[in-house]
């Protein structure tokens, strides 16, 4: 079965960088969109990276310039740079993805709706969230 793994979350002082990291397992050469999405207590979640399976991003505006979103293929990984991180990015961060459900080659694939992510659209799969405090 579909599993993700994250990885990294800490508390740091404002300022500060972290890299957090998503283990994939449960499928291969089925990877298609992935990301990383983040709640805080009384708040709505919201989608703060994505990246495409060509390495094509997407931020929301509150990280960008900050966060780098980047994935391994090779070893279904995916990876959130943080730098610069403020207070108000203390949340539960999550890795998120979907499956390609095509029988055809990946080649052939259309793009995945990775923009999305950041505008709303809910992935297949999600994993248990890794926890990040800015004081």
């Known amino acids: 079965h579909v599993q993700l793994v994250e990885s990294g979350g800490a508390s740091v002082q404002a300022g500060g960088s972290l890299r957090l990291s998503c283990a994939a397992s449960g499928y291969t050469h089925k990877s298609y969109c992935m990301g990383w999405f983040r709640q805080a207590p009384g708040k709505e979640r919201e989608g703060v990276a994505a990246?495409?399976?060509?390495?094509?991003?997407a931020y929301a505006d509150s990280v960008k310039g900050r966060f780098t979103v980047s994935r391994d293929n090779a070893k279904n990984n995916l990876y959130l740079i943080m730098n610069n991180l403020k207070p108000d990015d203390t949340a539960m961060y999550y890795c998120a993805a979907d499956i390609a459900h095509f029988s055809s080659p990946a080649a052939e694939w259309p793009e995945c709706p990775f923009k999305d992510y950041i505008k709303g659209r809910t992935p297949e799969y999600w994993g248990q969230g890794t926890q990040v405090t800015v004081s």
């Open positions: 990246i495409s399976v060509d390495g094509s991003t």
